[in-house]
């Protein structure tokens, strides 16, 4: 069984009805361990409000994933992490590396994936045309 730590990019096409995204989620929620950080709630809730829609849309998503806690030791390992990405991002990428070796990174931003490969995370772009 594969732990797939799913960032926002992806989770926001999932939610938006992205098909590649949609489709990569179920299956992966059926086969695998899909992670997020708790930020990803908080995120999910942002752009659901900006977009006027029901907030309780994210449940789709939320209710099929494990929650890893925002600890500080997150922090601290996001706060060490010199490759340039914003916040939020580093504090998802220091996440999944909380999650051990084995985790593979799920994001739509290249960015994002840049970095979780330097940082010697695996990484998955389902949304990506290949």
């Known amino acids: 069984m594969?732990?797939?730590y799913l960032d926002?990019?992806?989770?926001?096409?999932?939610i938006e009805g992205h098909r590649r995204a949609v489709a990569w989620f179920d299956a992966a929620t059926e086969q695998h361990e899909v992670v997020s950080s708790r930020i990803l709630q908080t995120e999910l809730t942002r752009v659901l409000r900006r977009q006027q829609r029901p907030v309780l849309e994210r449940d789709y998503l939320l209710d099929?994933?494990?929650t890893a806690p925002l600890s500080e030791s997150v922090l601290t390992t996001a706060e060490s992490?010199?490759?340039?990405v914003?916040?939020?991002d580093a504090i998802h990428l220091a996440?999944?590396?909380?999650?051990?070796?084995?985790?593979?990174?799920?994001?739509?931003?290249?960015?994002?994936?840049?970095?979780a490969a330097a940082l010697g995370l695996?990484?998955?772009?389902?949304?990506?045309?290949t």
Not at 81 to 84: A, K, Q
């Open 64 to 66: 099929k994933i494990a």
């Open 95 to 115: 996440t999944a590396l909380s999650l051990g070796s084995g985790t593979v990174m799920v994001s739509h931003d290249a960015g994002v994936l840049r970095v």
């Open 81 to 84: 992490i010199t490759e340039h």
């Open 2 to 4: 594969t732990r797939y």
């Open 122 to 129: 695996r990484t998955v772009d389902p949304v990506a045309e």
């Open 86 to 88: 914003k916040t939020l």
């Open 8 to 14: 926002t990019s992806v989770a926001v096409y999932a």
